[in-house]
């Protein structure tokens, strides 16, 4: 199987076809989806370009190929860093930080 590769630009215009900016979830890019599909789908009817829903399906695909590849950092220290309360947590969880003063 022969890897498509995409460009930058290429996942940049996926990105403004949908309307999201450079920092999307994977919930976002699909219910953005959803909404667009319902709306340019030409059973619908609601679409004058029929080309629209073409562009939005290959946009999908270029963000979804892009996220399904993307590998995600479980680290202890990415957790932090996405949850920085919870080192504290840790950190001091059961403590008694005053003990009788």
Known sequence: MVEKRISYADLLAALEEFGLSQRASLRQIRERHRELVRRYHPDCGQG???ERIVRINAAYAILNDYV????FDFSRQAFYDRYPEERLREQFYGENLWQGK
């Open 68 to 71: 399904s590849q993307y590998q």
């Open 48 to 50: 004058d370009d029929p």
